[in-house]
């Protein structure tokens, strides 16, 4: 199945320093893509003369990217920047930044977007719901969503949650049900009593303690 795409090339931010010795790479990467189109228009801050910038996006190292709403840090080939690009068309593009995100132990990045942008957290979702998500990306989004405790945030998505109470996974069954005792909303109970009788002997201890 093809993805939805945006036909609109998405714009890109680098910051970069004078002495950074993998920013020029970077730099001639990002132009090679607005030249062939990939990029609408690329904007470049030497950070060592505008570090008020620096500061607001709270970069603490470069060369730093954004194409479209996606941040890169680090050393980016070419190659690396178009698939970028292309994915910031997509609709699924979302999900494959906050999966290389949480794959590497980063969760700073996507909770802070999480609180800001509904749309990250249905990709949160979708890829919590995924049975082929890695341990490691797992533990990571229980991470964010213990960050999330009692918020309006993890409050916002009680029914969804319960929805994926009864998912045919026991592992996506239990820990939708250790985030609905996170939410602190009274209404989540609903969703954890029948756990109580869940076939899946861990799923049932789960939704003991949390309803404790």
């Given at each position: 199945?093809n993805?939805p795409t945006?036909?609109?090339?998405?714009?890109?931010?680098?910051?970069?320093g004078t002495?950074?010795?993998h920013?020029?790479?970077?730099?001639q990467?990002?132009a090679?893509l607005?030249?062939?189109?990939?990029?609408?228009?690329?904007?470049?801050?030497?950070?060592?003369?505008?570090?008020?910038?620096?500061?607001e996006?709270?970069?603490?190292?470069?060369?730093?990217?954004r194409i479209g709403?996606?941040?890169?840090?680090?050393?980016r080939?070419e190659?690396?920047?178009r698939e970028?690009?292309?994915r910031a068309?997509t609709?699924?593009?979302?999900?494959?930044?906050?999966?290389?995100?949480l794959?590497?132990?980063?969760?700073?990045?996507p909770?802070?977007r999480?609180?800001s942008?509904?749309?990250?957290?249905?990709?949160?979702?979708?890829?919590?719901?995924?049975?082929d998500?890695?341990?490691?990306?797992r533990?990571?989004i229980?991470?964010?969503?213990?960050h999330l405790?009692?918020?309006?945030?993890?409050g916002?998505?009680?029914?969804?949650?319960?929805?994926?109470?009864?998912?045919e996974d026991?592992?996506?069954?239990?820990?939708?049900?250790?985030?609905?005792?996170?939410?602190?909303?009274?209404?989540?109970a609903?969703?954890?009593?029948?756990?109580?009788?869940d076939e899946?002997?861990?799923?049932r201890?789960?939704?003991r303690e949390?309803?404790?």
């Amino acid at each position: 199945m093809n993805e939805p795409t945006i036909n609109t090339p998405p714009d890109a931010l680098l910051l970069l320093g004078t002495h950074c010795p993998h920013c020029p790479t970077v730099l001639q990467g990002l132009a090679n893509l607005v030249k062939a189109g990939s990029l609408g228009t690329l904007k470049i801050v030497n950070i060592e003369q505008r570090g008020d910038i620096a500061r607001e996006l709270n970069v603490r190292s470069v060369p730093w990217v954004r194409i479209g709403s996606f941040e890169l840090e680090g050393l980016r080939s070419e190659k690396e920047l178009r698939e970028w690009a292309t994915r910031a068309t997509t609709n699924t593009g979302t999900i494959d930044w906050l999966e290389e995100l949480l794959s590497s132990g980063n969760i700073d990045k996507p909770l802070e977007r999480v609180r800001s942008d509904p749309a990250m957290m249905d990709a949160l979702l979708t890829l919590f719901t995924d049975p082929d998500t890695g341990l490691n990306i797992r533990i990571g989004i229980s991470a964010i969503m213990e960050h999330l405790q009692e918020t309006e945030t993890l409050g916002a998505i009680v029914d969804r949650l319960g929805e994926l109470t009864r998912h045919e996974d026991p592992r996506i069954r239990g820990d939708a049900c250790h985030y609905l005792a996170l939410s602190g909303n009274p209404a989540a109970a609903t969703y954890i009593n029948p756990l109580l009788k869940d076939e899946d002997k861990n799923v049932r201890e789960v939704a003991r303690e949390s309803l404790e």
